[in-house]
């Protein structure tokens, strides 16, 4: 398994040195244009209320998921964590996200711009590669509890038949 996440993670550093690679010419060429200060307050706010909104939606988001926890037991709880995380990940993903769009803003340069592209790329690479890891662990364990709860019933049954 660690094998293949280091060759995951070598396969995204290789990506982003291409990327470098590839826009160098184009960076080097754009280094001296500046983005009018307008257009970069005009993106911060955009993306400060996307922002405010998304944690307006996970908060609501997190109510109905309470609710439906608090209504069921049992394997729904199971059910609910796994939302939970769901929606985590995709409220962490989107103010990533609008996060990014506040720096490519703030960028007074398009190779700067450039710059925080790929950063921005490493990272949801290395996010993507850390949660692929987090679910291998996670559907392991649920297999491994699965199959010894399957085992003690069917042990249980045994001995029913036994004594039958």
């Known amino acids: 398994m660690t094998n293949q996440n280091e060759t995951i993670a070598a396969a995204v550093n290789t990506a982003t040195e291409n990327v470098k690679s590839a826009f160098a010419p184009m960076t080097d ?11 970069r307050d005009f993106v911060k706010r955009a993306a400060s209320t996307a922002k405010d909104r998304a944690g307006q939606l996970h908060t609501g988001s997190e109510k109905v998921v309470s609710a439906i926890e608090t209504a069921a037991a049992g394997s729904v709880s199971e059910i609910a964590k796994i939302s939970r995380n769901v929606q985590q990940a995709l409220y962490n993903d989107a103010e990533a996200y609008f996060s990014g ?46 199959a010894k709860s399957a085992q003690d019933n069917l042990s249980k049954v045994a001995s029913y038949a036994k004594t039958a």
């Open 29 to 39: 060429a754009l280094k001296n244009i500046e983005v009018p200060e307008a257009a």
């Open 101 to 146: 769009i506040e720096k490519l803003a703030s960028a007074k340069s398009l190779s700067e711009a450039a710059q925080i592209q790929t950063d921005m790329v490493k990272s949801a690479g290395e996010v993507f590669v850390a949660r692929a890891k987090s679910t291998t662990e996670y559907l392991s364990k649920m297999l491994s509890d699965s």
